[in-house]
């Protein structure tokens, strides 16, 4: 028998979301190249250029570089790795180069320092679940080779201070990165500062998998300079081509095209509209779990936290809801372009039925 994936009807807990028609069409036409050999396969390859101009249009930079990364996870990866290579011959020192977080980045950074040798050091957040500022100057010194701000927390949709955490990185000569793999689709639609034009962002994560609703992998690394992907690249011997700076070889050419037929279908006006559909459900749902009592993460963004039972978490998942939980608890819901109104008022009235019994 034929297998079907999930349905996201009942999907809340998800930073992936089902990809807009034109996305999926031009994923299914490029299934079969790749755009880790652009002698061989040219066109996929042009379209990776095309793709990296509009997430450059995005995210504020003029004359952006960058590639498709196979998601959040490589594009985090290889921009410790860029700072780990340009702290080699920038700093003096020898000690083991730092990148310093804070504790609300994604778990990706671990994976980072983790293969890159790299120490990652984990600043708290304040109440609101912002980086705290003070804890990151008293954290910085001659051996960071990386300050990290968050553009759209996993866990609370917040955004860091960017242009502070920007000053601080220059004090230190440290680069600064900026993770925009979940937010980088909603934040140009709000007034916060987290773009390379608004602060001096050095690299970038902005998944076009993610609220860009393009199919599954597309992640996207942005470098403010072309030379930072110098750091990056491994000579090709065999290849047309004489240089990879990605960190996979095959790659999937379905992600790259069904990221420009995306976001040349829906930048800006279809992804303004959909962070106003987003938004107003994640306040909607707030203002209702607020009234039936519980305590609940104002969503900056689409993303929306809440203090509800355990019992009566695990009750909803029993019943088929895919949800899921922060570090301390809270039940999160992700109003991802899938998430509908209607969708989320069966889930209240399943929360609401759940909690009369
Ligand atoms: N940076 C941020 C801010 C993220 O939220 C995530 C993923 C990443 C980086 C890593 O991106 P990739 O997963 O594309 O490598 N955040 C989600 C999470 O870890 C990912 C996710 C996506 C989880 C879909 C579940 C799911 O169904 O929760």
Redesign the pocket.
Known sequence: MQREPQAFDRVL????TTPHPVAREAAERFLATNPGDPGTYPTISDLEAEAIDLLGEVAGLDDPAGYVAS????A?IQAVRIARERARVTTATTETPTVVMPESG?F?FQKAANVLGVDLELVPTDDDHRVDLEAIRACVDKTTAMVVG?A???EYGRVDPIPELGEIAQSVDALLHV?A??GGFVLPFTDHAWHFDHAPVDTM?I?P?KMGQAAVPA?GLLVRDETLLDELAVNTPYLESTSQATLTGTRSGAGVASAVAAMTELWPDGYREQYERSQANAEWLAAELAALGYNVVEPELPLVAADIPTATFEALREAGWRISRTGSGELRVVCMPHVTRTQLESFVAALDALESE
Do not use: I, L, Q, R
């Not at 807990?13 to 992936?16: E, K, Q």
């Not at 998601?71 to 490589?74: K, L, N, S």
């Open positions: 807990s998800s930073m992936c998601g959040g996870t490589e985090n994604h990706s968050v759209g927390t996993t993770d793999a979940w994560a998944d998998h992640g």
